[in-house]
């Protein structure tokens, strides 16, 4: 009868091959977290070498650059708990590619008789982190120059009624918001006779009849037409 048992060397290229089409780096360990292998992505992304990677354990890779407090806690601690863990959020400054956000993933395999591997997935999640803090800055500013007394900001709805006004225009308007809000245009608060004024130059201007008011002021912007005019409060 034919030998149907794989040999071992066949299995193990063939597992190769798999692991290295995965786009994201990945680790298998063994139980004392030395390295079996390592897929391309892995070496690409952190500028490694299989002979500077296979059979080592994981903190002594790159100069000691995986011996981080946190890694370990997760792989010493978390891992012989748990068969599985996801979204192990890891930042740490690479001597080689610089700082990385890594969300790491595993899980436990029974590999016959190599015992048991541990495989170890990497997401670079950097950009989007970088992404979200540029986000957050963003709108701490945003926040700022809304709370600032320096800065009018006045905001309405599609009708024209106030829905937004700051401190800042409190401040250079003589209004407060409990006043405005929810209850009349920036036009109630415009001198009439330049909203007049600017209702008849607009329509001079385009050819079609404006009322004065609230649409006097917002016509241009309301179709994409850049506008730019001054009012006396």
């Known amino acids: 009868m034919p030998n149907s048992i794989p040999l071992t ?3 193990q290229n063939y597992a190769q091959n798999i692991v290295d ?19 391309r992505a892995f070496y690409q992304t952190f500028q490694v070498s299989p002979a500077e990677t296979e059979g080592r354990l994981i903190y002594e890779l790159g100069n000691g650059q995986w011996d981080i407090p946190d890694l370990r806690t997760l792989l010493e601690d978390i891992v012989p708990k748990s068969s599985v863990f996801d979204d192990f959020e890891l930042e740490h400054t690479f001597p ?12 436990k395999l029974q590999a016959g008789q190599h015992g048991e591997l541990l495989v170890l997935a990497m997401e670079d999640v950097t950009a989007r982190k970088l992404a979200q803090e540029d986000l957050l ?22 009708k024209g009624v106030i829905q937004i006004f700051n401190v800042g225009a409190e401040r250079m ?12 245009t920036p036009a109630d608060i415009s001198d009439p006779q330049e909203v007049i004024a600017r209702a008849t130059a607009l329509s001079l201007e385009l050819g079609t009849p404006i009322t004065p008011g609230f649409e006097a002021l917002v016509f241009k912007a309301s179709r994409g ?4 005019y001054e009012l006396t409060y």
């Open 173 to 184: 308007l003589g209004y407060t918001a409990a006043e405005v809000l929810n209850k009349i």
């Open 96 to 107: 080689d590619i610089g700082r990385r956000v890594m969300l790491l993933n595993a899980r």
């Open 225 to 228: 037409i850049e506008d730019i």
């Open 21 to 39: 089409t995965v786009r994201e780096p990945l680790l298998i360990l063994d139980a004392t977290l030395r390295v079996q292998s390592a897929n």
């Open 9 to 11: 060397d066949d299995i």
């Open 137 to 158: 800055k963003a709108g701490a500013l945003q926040i700022a120059i809304f709370n600032s007394a320096n800065f009018s900001s006045i905001a309405t709805d599609d």
